[in-house]
């Protein structure tokens, strides 16, 4: 429930962002009459960055481009994951081997140094930055899935709906698919934290979107602005904060969908 709580605050925050903050506000044309890195007060609720812009507003709209990157890159993750765990778990043979082939290179393969690359060469909006993520995060997910699936083939419903001949098509989506969805479930809500983590590592090191005010990016602002030299905390404090909140939050709920859909880990 605490999780739940802190999940809605920021669903909030993302929702409520143009009527507490205008978005001309992320301009820096419009902070140049405002003092820089101004302590909170009245009109300034989280204070002013650099260039005079009001965090308040950079935090506000912040979480829309958070939230959003985290979310499409677990939508990718887990259409990806899923779809190759449920082949390399099903089919047997060859396909199994190549499908276990790819998880496993996509397992060792360094995401950071990967996700740079993928950035620089495809671009650094958003949605290139959620489908860069996503498209590197599918691995665990897939093997999870796939284990769950070898389980699942051997029950005596999937030998008798084989025996009367139904496609494996079929047997994918009717019997196999309905018995790892809850799986699938639970470690989507633990993606989202791992890619919202992952894009505020990537925009901290500069690859965010200038144009886009992700809390990575806020964070990499009072970086480069010398916030914390200059003890202006309510730069870097509040982006930091609303990232271990929401990172938190995920993480609560999907360990509780885990002991939802797997009563044998609330006994542990």
């Known amino acids: ?63 829309r481009v958070s939230l959003y ?62 489908l860069v993520i996503g498209g590197t995060f599918w691995a665990g997910g897939s093997r999870l899935i796939r284990a769950q699936v070898l389980s699942l083939r051997e029950r ?33 809500s633990l993606i989202v934290p791992g890619a919202i983590l992952a894009e505020s590592t990537l925009a901290f090191l500069g690859l965010g979107d200038r144009f886009s005010p992700s809390w990575g990016k806020v964070l990499e602002g009072a970086q480069a602005s010398g916030a914390l030299t200059l003890n202006a905390w309510w730069y870097y404090l509040p982006p930091g904060l609303c990232i271990i909140g929401i990172v938190l939050a995920f993480t609560l709920v999907g360990n509780a969908l885990e002991r939802i859909f797997d009563p044998r880990l609330g006994d542990r």
């Not at 396909?95 to 140094?113: E, N, Q, Y």
């Open 1 to 63: 429930m605490v999780g739940l709580a802190l999940m809605t605050l920021f669903v909030a925050m993302a929702l409520l962002a143009p009527v507490f903050a205008n978005r001309s506000e992320l301009q820096a044309a419009a902070g140049r009459n405002n003092p820089n890195l101004h302590a909170p007060n009245g009109k300034f609720w989280l204070g002013t960055d650099e260039i005079g812009r009001n965090v308040f507003a950079l935090v506000m709209w912040g979480a």
């Open 69 to 130: 990157i985290g979310l499409l890159a677990t939508v990718v993750a887990v259409v990806i994951g899923s779809v190759l765990g449920l082949i390399a778990g099903y089919a047997r043979g060859w396909v199994s081997r190549v499908m276990l082939a790819i998880d496993d290179f996509f397992l060792v393969l360094p995401f950071i140094p990967l996700a740079i690359v993928l950035a620089l060469l495809l671009g650094r909006s958003p949605t290139i930055m959620a």
């Open 156 to 188: 005596g419903y999937v030998e008798r709906a084989t025996a009367l001949g139904a496609s494996s098509r079929h047997i994918i989506m009717r019997h196999v698919l309905p018995g790892v969805a809850p799986l699938i479930i639970a470690n989507a």
